[in-house]
């Protein structure tokens, strides 16, 4: 009759224990989905300034070829640059242009710099400027 006793005795302690695992995994299971998604966010938000920063750099290649061919980079064709980067997505505001304005000569050095201040808010750290600075530099085929 002990050994009966016994069995029904840990019977009982398996049950409980049971019953806590049933509450425990599905907190754990939120907890966990939680800290992913937080960190899927944060490496999203560290990830977002290389992607501007390879859109800015594309831009820049496509309007030195441009300047190659006339020699220097005309009133219209900077209005139309800082049209294109406003289109895709960027803050016409924080756009900085330097670059060759007149016309050179063939073989002579040009130059195209565009800077821009990307903003960036992260959920611990707070708002931060990113300053980015692309420059070209190519001669004139003119």
């Given at each position: 009759?002990?050994?009966?006793?016994?069995?029904?005795?840990?019977?009982?302690?398996?049950?409980?224990?049971?019953?806590?695992?049933?509450?425990?995994?599905?907190?754990?299971?939120?907890?966990?989905t939680i800290i992913v998604s937080i960190?899927?966010?944060?490496?999203?938000?560290?990830?977002?300034?290389?992607?501007?920063?390879?859109?800015?750099?594309?831009?820049?290649?496509?309007?030195?070829?441009?300047?190659?061919?006339?020699?220097?980079?005309?009133?219209?064709?900077?209005?139309?640059?800082?049209?294109?980067?406003?289109?895709?997505?960027?803050?016409e505001e924080k756009i900085t242009l330097?670059?060759?304005?007149?016309?050179?000569?063939?073989?002579?050095p040009i130059y195209l710099k565009v800077?821009?201040?990307?903003?960036?808010?992260?959920?611990?750290?707070?708002?931060?400027?990113?300053?980015?600075?692309?420059?070209?530099?190519?001669?004139?085929?003119?």
């Amino acid at each position: 009759m002990r050994k009966v006793g016994e069995f029904l005795e840990k019977n009982k302690k398996t049950k409980r224990e049971k019953g806590s695992v049933v509450l425990t995994t599905p907190i754990i299971v939120v907890i966990g989905t939680i800290i992913v998604s937080i960190l899927i966010v944060v490496a999203v938000k560290i990830l977002m300034p290389y992607i501007w920063y390879e859109k800015l750099s594309s831009t820049c290649i496509k309007y030195i070829f441009i300047m190659e061919e006339y020699g220097y980079l005309t009133r219209k064709e900077a209005v139309n640059l800082k049209e294109e980067l406003k289109e895709q997505g960027f803050d016409e505001e924080k756009i900085t242009l330097s670059y060759v304005g007149s016309e050179v000569n063939y073989g002579d050095p040009i130059y195209l710099k565009v800077m821009y201040e990307y903003d960036i808010d992260f959920p611990i750290i707070g708002y931060k400027s990113i300053p980015m600075e692309v420059e070209r530099v190519s001669v004139s085929k003119r």
